[in-house]
């Protein structure tokens, strides 16, 4: 089981919810975050003082799957995120040792 954990930006969430319950990622979890990486921050002009944004918004989605979903579930993310600027967002892959639903008791894939 693998957990994937992708940096978008805030406005191609629903793009990128859509494209993963296409492939069957059945859970999501979706977290407001800022940060910033290449994009750094802007400037801008509030009651005529200049002040710098370092960090900018962006939403980070959580969602764990099997092995054999990965590879299409890191595509649709690609896919649905990219706008072709600076800023469109990272996607991490890390494994998971073992996933418990708490409910049930049920482990692994079948948990999720």
Known sequence: MKLITAIIKPFKL???RE???DVGV???TVT???GFGRQKGHTELYRGAEY???FLPKIKLEAA???DLLDRAVEAIQ???RTGKVGDGKIFVS???QVIRIRTGELDGDAL
């Open 32 to 34: 407001e975050v800022k």
């Open 65 to 67: 799957v099997t092995e």
């Open 19 to 21: 494209a993963l319950a």
């Open 52 to 54: 710098v944004v370092d």
């Open 14 to 16: 629903d793009e990128v």
């Open 79 to 81: 896919q649905s995120a």
């Open 95 to 97: 494994t998971l040792d």
């Open 26 to 28: 059945q859970g999501l």
